[in-house]
């Protein structure tokens, strides 16, 4: 059974960093590509970044480029996205989603990061 | 910048057929949008329905269907169930590096 677990959320200062960790199993991590995708509370789903599965091909959103960087380590099966200058606006709940299949075929359950003073 | 643009909220009867619809400020989408389809319910996270236009998922029921219908990709719901109620949000991919979602359609079945 495959499964996304989302860590590292939390209230940060504006300005501030965070790192999100997402733990996977049940599928070979190393074969497939990832994304983190958000959703600021009560709006709609923003895709945010796209790993391949060798981490050799990234993108990012407009709105994350230069602030935010996606990474995995596929010995540990985990996929990360460190986060620094956080806004008041990147207030959301942070999903990672597989591409095992296809774009999103299975999610977390999602972690809250609040960037508040 | 492109703009996808979904209906705010449609309503449908137990049993009635309605349609949701994903346009890009772009212009026309077509198949090289490869669009996708999910549905989120309050608290849970979004489950693909449909993909590449109108490919399924195992999970997806059969009452959802995807198309392209009229410069639009379209998400039709036929039979529906008070279950279907959630919110529904289109995806288009503009270029291998970007993904745009729409603003998602609150879906109510009454």
């Known amino acids: 059974e495959v499964q996304l677990v989302e860590s590292g959320g939390g209230l940060v200062q504006p300005g501030g960093s965070l790192r999100l960790s997402c733990a996977a199993s049940?599928?070979?991590?190393?074969?497939?590509?990832m994304n983190w995708v958000r959703q600021a509370p009560g709006k709609g789903l923003e895709w945010v970044s796209y790993i391949s599965g060798s981490g050799t091909t990234i993108y990012y959103a407009d709105s994350v480029r230069g602030r935010f960087t996606i990474s995995r380590d596929n010995a540990k099966n985990s996929l990360y996205l460190q986060m620094i200058s956080l806004r008041a606006e990147d207030t959301a709940l942070y999903y990672c989603?597989?591409?095992?299949?296809?774009?999103?075929?299975?999610w977390g359950q999602g972690i809250l990061v609040t960037v508040s003073s | 910048q492109a703009v996808v643009t979904q209906e705010p909220s449609l309503t449908v009867s137990p049993g009635g057929t309605v349609t949701l619809t994903c346009d890009s400020s772009t212009g026309a989408v077509t198949s090289g949008h490869y669009p996708y389809w999910f549905q989120q319910k309050p608290g849970q996270a979004p489950r693909t329905l449909i993909y590449?236009?109108?490919n399924k998922h195992s999970w997806t029921p059969a009452r959802f269907s995807g198309s392209l219908l009229g410069g639009k990709a379209a998400l039709t719901l036929s039979g529906a169930q008070p279950e279907d109620e959630a919110d529904y949000y289109c995806l288009l991919s503009f270029g291998i590096a970007r993904k745009l979602f729409g603003g998602g359609t609150k879906l109510t079945v009454l």
């Open positions: 989603a597989s591409e095992i299949r296809t774009f999103g075929d299975y």
């Open positions: 590449d236009t109108s």
């Open positions: 049940g599928f070979t991590f190393s074969n497939y590509e």
